[in-house]
C-alpha cells in the first residue's frame, strides 16, 4: 500500500501551451501503477491547459473552483463534484474562470499504453 | 464530452462483505470508456467495504471524511487529500472511523482488462 497527502507530492510546472497551470503526479511511475496514472492539476485563476487532443481518453473530476472546458465548437461550465470524460481525440481545453485556484483530477492510461508515450 | 454531477449520478448499495457503502459509477461503461473506470464510494459512519483482494489494482483518492484502509499486518488512517494506491494482489478494506461521510474516489481497470470481470 501506497498512502501520501496530496499536498506532499511535489507540484510541477506544465509548460507548452499551458500557463498557471501545476501538476502533481498522485499515483504513477512512483508506485509502479501499471495501467493508468493519476493526476491533480492546479489552475490558477485564469490559467489554461493547452487547447489540444490525443489518442487516449482523460477522467476528470473537479475537485474546487470553477472553469470551462472548451472544445471545437462547444464550451461548458463545471464546479465542484462534476465529473468531465473526454473521449479519445477529442479537442479539448481546461480553463480556470473563477477568482480562486481550480483543482481537478485527470486520471490517463500509464505511459506506452493506448497511445500515450 | 461527457460532463454531469456527481449528485446526479445514482448511488447503488454495495452487498456481498460492504456495510453502509454506497458506489457511483461517474465514469464507465455509461460513457464507453475503454481502459479504466472511475467510481465513487459513499460510507456511513461505521461503514466498510469488502475485506478481500483482487488481480486488479485501485487507485484512490480521498475526498472528504475520515477513516483507515485494513491490510494483513498494517492498518492505516487517512483523512482528505489522501492518495492511496493498492497494488494487485494486495488485501484491503476501506473502513469509516469518523462521525461522518466518508467519501473517495476509486479507479479501476475497465471489465474486461487486467483481469477485472
Same mark, same amino acid.
Given at each position: 500500500?501506497?498512502?501520501?497527502?496530496?499536498?506532499? &507530492?511535489?507540484?510541477? @510546472?506544465?509548460?507548452?501551451? @499551458?500557463?498557471?497551470?501545476? &501538476?502533481? +503526479?498522485? &499515483?504513477?511511475?512512483?508506485?509502479? @501503477?501499471?495501467?493508468?496514472?493519476?493526476?491533480?492539476?492546479? $489552475?490558477?485563476?485564469?490559467?489554461?491547459?493547452? $487547447?489540444?487532443?490525443?489518442? +487516449?481518453?482523460?477522467?476528470?473530476?473537479?475537485?474546487?473552483?470553477?472553469?470551462?472546458?472548451?472544445?471545437?465548437?462547444?464550451?461548458?461550465?463545471?464546479?465542484?463534484? %462534476?465529473?468531465?470524460?473526454?473521449?479519445?481525440?477529442?479537442?479539448?481545453?481546461?480553463?480556470?474562470?473563477?477568482? @480562486? %485556484? $481550480?483543482?481537478?483530477?485527470?486520471? &490517463?492510461?500509464?505511459?506506452?499504453?493506448?497511445?500515450?508515450?
Amino acid at each position: 500500500m501506497f498512502l501520501r497527502n496530496l499536498r506532499e &507530492i511535489p507540484a510541477e @510546472a506544465v509548460e507548452e501551451g @499551458a500557463s498557471g497551470t501545476q &501538476i502533481r +503526479w498522485a &499515483i504513477g511511475e512512483n508506485v509502479g @501503477a501499471p495501467n493508468f496514472h493519476m493526476r491533480v492539476f492546479t $489552475l490558477a485563476p485564469g490559467g489554461s491547459t493547452p $487547447l489540444h487532443e490525443h489518442v +487516449w481518453e482523460h477522467e476528470v473530476f473537479i475537485l474546487r473552483g470553477e472553469g470551462v472546458v472548451v472544445e471545437d465548437t462547444d464550451e461548458r461550465a463545471f464546479g465542484p463534484e %462534476d465529473v468531465v470524460y473526454i473521449q479519445p481525440g477529442e479537442r479539448h481545453q481546461f480553463r480556470n474562470t473563477g477568482g @480562486a %485556484d $481550480l483543482e481537478f483530477i485527470c486520471v &490517463i492510461p500509464a505511459a506506452g499504453r493506448c497511445g500515450v508515450k
